[in-house]
């Protein structure tokens, strides 16, 4: 009994390298979302391009489909962009966009020259909406489910590895879901 | 060719150090007096090859040798000369390089020092620290070399930050590495103790001083920390319970509580194994601070170096000497003889209380430290700690301990009267109710927890001070009866008291921060008044002008007191175009009771001439440092003890030969 | 070693902030009482990018916009409560810098209560273990109290 007192800080310690060893393959820095599985926060933003779609809470339901936060002063941004260009023109995919906190003539020139994935896009000015969602940096990305909930977050910019193990097939399956 | 020569003399000190960890360990353990005297010259040794090596990267700095990838990444030839030299320590691997030189500058201290320790011990102590020495030297050769090169060499570096541009942040490492490595000398102390199978109160008085010290340079350390962030950032606050905060806080938290056990251990030869334990624990705790800090497992804003290898390779090593201590301790604590006898009511039982306050004090702030970490690695969630959780726990820990600290040193050995030191308290308690009806008056009022600080601050101030009179028998006897007295007291007994007094400025101070500061923000054009805590302050001006390696923005405001001029303050807004970031140095005024702190904040839009200024009142702030400065005298103080110097009579002799390893 | 402190590293993937200070003058609500508590509350809410300091403390834009948005809702009648509900529904209870008391966190807030008991309760066995018996045993005649004191005085005199 007496011995066991002098294991237990070895014991414990042991304990803690686990957790350490752990904790070394997590990235600290991700914030999961508070609004996993639930539904899109009421908002409406007004277009950022003059013949465009704004972007509302309402126009989120009835297919699955991306919501991207973006922003043209953003670098990590422009790593993303080719990614959600794929996305939307070969895979089919619908994304949409809110525009954080961005001057429109720099998001327009900006869309102007590395192409539109966008089927529509909310402009929000003043980062209020983006609060709502949950924002906490740009870029990132949300896969909305056909009632209008958001099913999966990334924080960060899309990679196409990204795409394939986690977003795809989502999307799939949510598909399926509602064929089903 | 320099740093060839540096990147050389560090893989000598590697093979210096693997020598120096295995021969004499193996000599002391065959009684071969040849073997272990091999310690002493690979000690002085390794660190003289490692002092090259860090005056090859210091010369690489101070030369501006761009051809070496550390000093373009860290350094710029526009930088002054100070901040040249406070680079080599600004980054992973310079910093590195810093912890071996002063891990092994203590070896060095010991092996020429340490003529009064038993040879056995010395060499295994000896041989300890060159383990460590060996793991770090280790991980600086393969992770962290900092004399790669580059080719072709870039005209100029990249600079340090700016943040470490700083008088305060450039001496800090130093002091702080001084404490961390520091206590490396407990650990090797415990650890030759536990191969040893022996601790006796001759072990306790010869790792006391190193403990001392290493607690004095954290001391200092913490110290310089938290000042550089009170004037660095912006606004007065000196402490964030930030995990890099947090990794330095602990060691010193359990090198605390070392301090005190080690001192039953001499007097009484009591609390062996535990105290032991502590100072296993208390190196453990700087080891798990380094890889906190470098690893990037806790998100701290401002962990450098964030590399899963190094990751890896610190925790490695971490596991290596921390488990392998605990298993030592494991196998052997358990035959350690119980020590003297003593009653609850005690010196002994209150050093108990001590270290049982501390000891939890520290287990919070790890918990809360390393909750995220724990939570996240179980896939539960995330979860913020911050300085709500620690201020709600981490307080009510101490107030018990400093309540405790003015009665601890009054009591005697063995078995002491309760009711009598604490009548010999009246006077402090006293003195304790003016200072709260001092500051009720003075601030009308105020938070409840601000008065229960003042009554600490000065419970624990004029406590000390009352023990000492007391043992001088100050004013019951004459004078120069005192006066013989207070020469002959014993250094480590005036280093207590000075380092209890301190705490008791210290607490002062930050509760005077916490309680009772004002800020004033507002935008201010030139010519405009404010008034802040019966202060006028004029906005003179805004002057812009290149300085060294930055642009600065200083401006200029007139501190009056009813009409009366003051000073002239220059608050500055610092622009590093290379690094392209900005600092902010506030203009501090301080009369040594309280700050006037003002910053100068940014030119409002629309061209109306405008700036955002902030202005505070600093009540009591400067003594939270005067304090940390008084404590840390008195552990110096305390280290001066002459018994420290002579080492112990009956052990030395009965030791001069080399006893073969005691059996159990 | 406080290294690249406050520099908000994290803070890459939001533009890079022109220098500014927490708190500006402009954010400033005019009713003192109300100002107070949203320093208060904002001091317990942490800024998203910075990872470790609160939006009180944080010069990032998101704090910035965070902090506008507790006036906001303190001005709109919230009590602190739910400003701080409010926050915490978009952002999760990783906002809290004091986090809640809840199954997750039982051991965090239990935990330093639970070391301390149990030290205690160690403590306590240690001293029982250590109490001298003999001074108090049998046969032994207690000491008068000017005996007691004469003791004490040599003790003392002894440390």
Same mark, same amino acid.
């Given at each position: 009994?007496?011995?066991?007192?002098?294991?237990?800080?070895?014991?414990?310690?042991?304990?803690?390298?686990?957790?350490?060893?752990?904790?070394?393959?997590?990235?600290?820095?991700?914030?999961?979302?508070?609004?996993?599985?639930?539904?899109?926060?009421?908002?409406?933003?007004?277009?950022?391009?003059?013949?465009?779609?704004?972007?509302?809470?309402?126009?989120?339901?009835?297919?699955?489909?991306?919501?991207?936060?973006?922003?043209?002063?953003?670098?990590?941004?422009?790593?993303?962009?080719?990614?959600?260009?794929?996305?939307?023109?070969?895979?089919?995919?619908?994304?949409?966009?809110?525009?954080?906190?961005?001057?429109?003539?720099?998001a327009i020139r900006w869309l102007n020259q590395?192409?539109?994935?966008?089927?529509?896009?909310?402009?929000?000015?003043?980062?209020?909406?983006?609060?709502?969602?949950?924002?906490?940096?740009?870029?990132?990305?949300?896969?909305?489910?056909?009632?209008?909930?958001?099913?999966?977050?990334?924080?960060?910019?899309?990679?196409?590895?990204?795409?394939?193990?986690?977003?795809?097939?989502?999307?799939?399956?949510?598909?399926?879901?509602?064929?089903? | 060719?320099?740093?060839?020569?540096?990147?050389?003399?560090?893989?000598?000190?590697?093979?210096?150090?693997?020598?120096?960890?295995?021969?004499?360990?193996?000599?002391?353990?065959?009684?071969?007096?040849?073997?272990?005297?091999?310690?002493?010259?690979?000690?002085?040794?390794?660190?003289?090859?490692?002092?090259?090596?860090?005056?090859?990267?210091?010369?690489?700095?101070?030369?501006?040798?761009?051809?070496?990838?550390?000093?373009?990444?860290?350094?710029?030839?526009?930088?002054?000369?100070?901040?040249?030299?406070?680079?080599?320590?600004?980054?992973?691997?310079?910093?590195?390089?810093?912890?071996?030189?002063?891990?092994?500058?203590?070896?060095?201290?010991?092996?020429?020092?340490?003529?009064?320790?038993?040879?056995?011990?010395?060499?295994?102590?000896?041989?300890?620290?060159?383990?460590?020495?060996?793991?770090?030297?280790?991980?600086?050769?393969?992770?962290?070399?900092?004399?790669?090169?580059?080719?072709?060499?870039?005209?100029?570096?990249?600079?340090?930050?700016?943040?470490?541009?700083?008088?305060?942040?450039?001496?800090?490492?130093?002091?702080?590495?001084?404490?961390?490595?520091?206590?490396?000398?407990?650990?090797?102390?415990?650890?030759?103790?536990?191969?040893?199978?022996?601790?006796?109160?001759?072990?306790?008085?010869?790792?006391?001083?190193?403990?001392?010290?290493?607690?004095?340079?954290?001391t200092m350390g913490i110290a310089l920390g938290?000042?550089?962030?009170?004037?660095?950032?912006?606004?007065?606050?000196?402490?964030?319970?930030?995990?890099?905060?947090?990794?330095?806080?602990?060691?010193?938290?359990?090198?605390?509580?070392?301090?005190?056990?080690?001192?039953?251990?001499?007097?009484?030869?009591?609390?062996?194994?535990?105290?032991?334990?502590?100072?296993?624990?208390?190196?453990?705790?700087?080891?798990?601070?380094?890889?906190?800090?470098?690893?990037?497992?806790?998100?701290?804003?401002?962990?450098?170096?964030?590399?899963?290898?190094?990751?890896?390779?610190?925790? $490695?090593?971490?596991?290596?000497? &921390?488990?392998?201590? =605990?298993? @030592?301790? /494991? *196998?052997? %604590?358990?035959?350690?003889?119980? #020590?003297?006898?003593?009653?609850?009511?005690?010196?002994?039982?209150?050093?108990?209380?001590?270290?049982?306050?501390?000891?939890?004090?520290? $287990?919070?702030?790890?918990?809360? &430290?390393?909750?995220? =970490?724990? @939570?996240? /690695? *179980?896939? %539960?969630?995330?979860?913020?700690? #911050?300085?709500?959780?620690?201020?709600?726990?981490?307080?009510?820990?101490?107030?018990?301990?400093?309540?405790?600290?003015?009665?601890?040193?009054?009591?005697?050995?063995?078995?002491?009267?309760?009711?009598?030191? @604490?009548?010999?308290?009246?006077?402090?308690?006293?003195?304790?109710?003016?200072?709260?009806?001092?500051?009720?008056?003075?601030?009308?009022?105020?938070?409840?927890?601000?008065?229960?600080?003042?009554?600490?601050?000065?419970?624990?101030?004029?406590?000390?001070?009352?023990?000492?009179?007391?043992?001088?028998?100050?004013?019951?006897?004459?004078?120069?009866?005192?006066?013989?007295?207070?020469?002959?007291?014993?250094?480590?007994?005036?280093?207590?008291?000075?380092?209890?007094?301190?705490?008791?400025?210290?607490?002062?101070?930050?509760?005077?921060?916490?309680?009772?500061?004002?800020?004033?923000?507002?935008?201010?054009?030139?010519?405009?008044?404010?008034?802040?805590?019966?202060?006028?302050?004029?906005?003179?001006?805004?002057?812009?002008?290149?300085?060294?390696?930055?642009?600065?923005?200083?401006?200029?405001?007139?501190?009056?007191?009813?009409?009366?001029?003051?000073?002239?303050?220059?608050?500055?807004?610092?622009?590093?175009?290379v690094s392209r970031m900005s600092t902010t140095?506030?203009?501090?005024?301080?009369?040594?009771?309280?700050?006037?702190?003002?910053?100068?904040?940014?030119?409002?839009?629309?061209?109306?001439?405008?700036?955002?200024?902030?202005?505070?009142?600093?009540?009591?702030?400067?003594?939270?440092?005067?304090?940390?400065?008084?404590?840390?005298?008195?552990?110096?103080?305390?280290?001066?003890?002459?018994?420290?110097?002579?080492?112990?009579?009956?052990?030395?002799?009965?030791?001069?030969?080399?006893?073969?390893?005691?059996?159990? | 070693?406080?290294?690249?402190?406050?520099?908000?590293?994290?803070?890459?993937?939001?533009?890079?902030?022109?220098?500014?200070?927490?708190?500006?003058?402009?954010?400033?609500?005019?009713?003192?009482?109300?100002?107070?508590?949203?320093?208060?509350?904002?001091?317990?809410?942490?800024?998203?990018?910075?990872?470790?300091?609160?939006?009180?403390?944080?010069?990032?834009?998101?704090?910035?916009?965070?902090?506008?948005?507790?006036?906001?809702?303190?001005?709109?009648?919230?009590?602190?409560?739910?400003?701080?509900?409010?926050?915490?529904?978009?952002?999760?209870?990783?906002?809290?810098?004091?986090?809640?008391?809840?199954?997750?966190?039982?051991?965090?807030?239990?935990?330093?209560?639970?070391?301390?008991?149990?030290?205690?309760?160690?403590?306590?066995?240690?001293?029982?273990?250590?109490?001298?018996?003999?001074?108090?045993?049998?046969?032994?005649?207690?000491?008068?109290?000017?005996?007691?004191?004469?003791?004490?005085?040599?003790?003392?005199?002894?440390?």
């Open positions: 009994m007496r011995r066991l007192i002098y294991i237990l800080p070895l014991g414990l310690f042991v304990v803690l390298a686990g957790y350490f060893a752990v904790g070394l393959t997590r990235d600290p820095s991700v914030v999961p979302s508070a609004l996993i599985d639930k539904p899109v926060p009421e908002f409406t933003l007004p277009p950022l391009l003059k013949d465009g779609q704004g972007l509302a809470s309402a126009e989120l339901k009835g297919k699955v489909q991306l919501v991207n936060v973006f922003a043209s002063w953003c670098v990590p941004c422009r790593v993303e962009h080719p990614v959600l260009m794929r996305l939307a023109k070969e895979q089919g995919v619908t994304v949409k966009a809110i525009n954080y906190k961005d001057k429109p003539e720099d590395g192409g539109n994935p966008y089927a529509a896009i909310g402009a929000d000015q003043d980062g209020r909406v983006s609060i709502d969602w949950g924002v906490y940096g740009v870029p990132e990305t949300y896969v909305i489910d056909a009632e209008g909930r958001i099913r999966y977050k990334v924080v960060g910019p899309v990679m196409p590895d990204e795409v394939e193990r986690h977003i795809l097939p989502l999307i799939k399956s949510l598909q399926g879901d509602l064929q089903g | 060719m320099i740093p060839e020569l540096g990147h050389y003399a560090l893989v000598l000190a590697l093979f210096l150090a693997l020598v120096q960890a295995t021969l004499p360990l193996i000599g002391a353990a065959r009684g071969d007096i040849a073997w272990m005297d091999v310690a002493k010259p690979a000690a002085i040794g390794q660190f003289t090859m490692i002092l090259v090596s860090f005056l090859a990267l210091t010369y690489a700095y101070v030369v501006s040798d761009f051809s070496v990838l550390n000093v373009v990444q860290n350094s710029h030839s526009m930088k002054p000369m100070l901040y040249k030299v406070a680079g080599v320590w600004g980054n992973h691997e310079g910093s590195m390089l810093l912890w071996v030189l002063i891990l092994a500058m203590f070896g060095g201290a010991v092996a020429l020092f340490g003529h009064n320790l038993p040879p056995t011990l010395k060499a295994r102590v000896l041989s300890v620290q060159a383990m460590i020495g060996v793991a770090f030297l280790l991980f600086i050769i393969a992770t962290s070399n900092p004399f790669i090169r580059v080719d072709p060499a870039p005209l100029d570096g990249t600079d340090l930050n700016p943040l470490l541009q700083d008088p305060g942040l450039a001496f800090h490492p130093p002091f702080l590495y001084f404490g961390y490595v520091g206590f490396s000398m407990a650990f090797s102390f415990a650890v030759a103790a536990l191969i040893e199978g022996r601790v006796d109160p001759a072990w306790a008085r010869w790792v006391r001083p190193w403990t001392l010290a290493a607690w004095s340079g954290l938290s000042w550089w962030a009170y004037y660095e950032l912006g606004w007065g606050g000196w402490w964030f319970w930030d995990p890099v905060e947090n990794a330095s806080f602990m060691p010193w938290l359990a090198g605390t509580a070392l301090l005190h056990s080690a001192i039953v251990v001499e007097k009484r030869d009591a609390l062996k194994s535990w105290t032991i334990l502590l100072a296993i624990l208390t190196f453990t705790l700087s080891l798990i601070g380094t890889f906190l800090v470098r690893s990037g497992v806790l998100t701290s804003v401002h962990a450098f170096a964030v590399d899963p290898a190094r990751g890896v390779f610190i925790l $490695a090593l971490l596991v290596i000497a &921390t488990a392998g201590a =605990l298993l @030592l301790y /494991a *196998i052997r %604590a358990p035959s350690m003889k119980m #020590g003297g006898l003593f009653a609850p009511i005690s010196r002994e039982g209150a050093l108990v209380l001590n270290n049982l306050l501390l000891s939890t004090a520290t $287990a919070t702030v790890f918990l809360g &430290t390393l909750y995220p =970490l724990f @939570l996240d /690695a *179980i896939d %539960a969630g995330k979860v913020s700690v #911050g300085p709500p959780f620690f201020n709600a726990t981490f307080i009510p820990l101490m107030v018990p301990l400093i309540a405790a600290m003015s009665v601890g040193p009054l009591l005697a050995w063995k078995r002491a009267d309760l009711a009598g030191a @604490l009548s010999r308290l009246k006077f402090a308690a006293v003195l304790t109710v003016i200072c709260v009806l001092g500051a009720l008056y003075a601030y009308q009022g105020g938070p409840v927890m601000a008065l229960l600080g003042v009554a600490l601050a000065a419970w624990a101030f004029f406590g000390a001070i009352i023990e000492l009179t007391d043992r001088i028998k100050l004013f019951r006897a004459p004078l120069a009866e005192s006066w013989r007295r207070a020469v002959g007291l014993p250094r480590s007994s005036w280093g207590m008291t000075i380092a209890h007094a301190g705490m008791g400025v210290a607490i002062a101070g930050m509760t005077g921060s916490a309680a009772w500061m004002t800020e004033r923000i507002q935008v201010m054009r030139p010519g405009d008044t404010a008034q802040i805590a019966g202060y006028e302050l004029r906005f003179d001006q805004v002057e812009e002008r290149p300085i060294a390696n930055y642009q600065a923005k200083t401006g200029t405001f007139t501190l009056s007191r009813n009409g009366e001029f003051l000073a002239t303050l220059h608050p500055e807004e610092r622009w590093f175009p140095e506030a203009a501090i005024r301080t009369n040594w009771v309280s700050d006037l702190y003002v910053v100068l904040g940014q030119e409002q839009q629309g061209g109306t001439g405008g700036y955002a200024t902030r202005l505070y009142h600093h009540p009591l702030v400067p003594w939270i440092w005067i304090g940390c400065v008084i404590m840390m005298i008195g552990g110096c103080v305390s280290l001066s003890d002459r018994r420290f110097r002579i080492g112990v009579p009956a052990r030395a002799k009965r030791d001069r030969q080399p006893t073969p390893q005691p059996a159990e | 070693m406080t290294g690249v402190v406050r520099a908000c590293l994290a803070a890459l993937l939001i533009a890079v902030a022109s220098p500014a200070f927490a708190v500006q003058p402009d954010e400033v609500l005019r009713d003192p009482a109300m100002e107070a508590r949203a320093r208060e509350i904002s001091k317990e809410l942490r800024c998203l990018v910075c990872q470790n300091q609160s939006i009180d403390d944080s010069n990032a834009p998101l704090a910035r916009d965070l902090r506008v948005l507790v006036r906001q809702r303190l001005v709109a009648g919230d009590g602190d409560g739910e400003v701080l509900d409010y926050v915490t529904a978009r952002y999760g209870d990783y906002v809290l810098l004091r986090p809640p008391f809840k199954a997750s966190t039982y051991v965090l807030w239990l935990g330093p209560i639970a070391v301390l008991l149990l030290g205690a309760l160690g403590a306590a066995l240690f001293l029982r273990g250590r109490r001298p018996t003999v001074v108090g045993g049998e046969g032994a005649t207690p000491l008068t109290p000017e005996e007691r004191q004469r003791l004490d005085r040599l003790l003392r005199e002894d440390s």
